[in-house]
């Protein structure tokens, strides 16, 4: 099981971007998911989550700006980011509690790094 987060990359204060987290393998399940940033110098901080059944929850930082959905179908997830500030700068993770025919396991993606410039 695998998963791929992309769809970073350099953008000016004020723009857009959409990350994408996709899961893949021998997967029976894909249940919450969740976005978390990491700037340099700081903490791993949680960003968004949503639920299996799409409920969602956003950091107070975030919550106008950024919309977090996911098509189960495809086993994925998305972070469309509008308005992003130069302190959204940071790379982003993507993490899942994901279900195989034998186990049920949390999963990170490698990270995808978004650069704001002002």
């Known amino acids: 099981v695998q998963l791929q987060a992309s769809g970073g990359g350099s953008v000016q204060a004020g723009g857009s971007l959409r990350l994408t987290c996709t899961a893949s393998?021998?997967?029976?399940?894909?249940?919450d998911m969740w976005w978390y940033r990491q700037a340099p110098g700081k903490q791993r901080e949680l960003v968004a989550?949503?639920?299996?059944?799409?409920?969602?929850d956003y950091a107070d930082s975030v919550k106008g700006r950024f919309t977090i959905s996911r098509d189960n179908s495809k086993n994925t997830m998305y972070l469309q980011m509008n308005s992003v500030k130069p302190e959204d700068t940071a790379r982003y993770f993507c993490?899942?509690?994901?279900?195989?025919?034998?186990?049920?396991?949390?999963?990170w993606g490698q990270g995808t790094l978004v650069t704001v410039s002002s």
């Open positions: 993490s899942a509690r994901i279900t195989t025919p034998s186990i049920t396991e949390m999963y």
């Open positions: 393998g021998n997967i029976f399940r894909v249940g």
């Open positions: 989550s949503i639920s299996l059944i799409g409920t969602t």
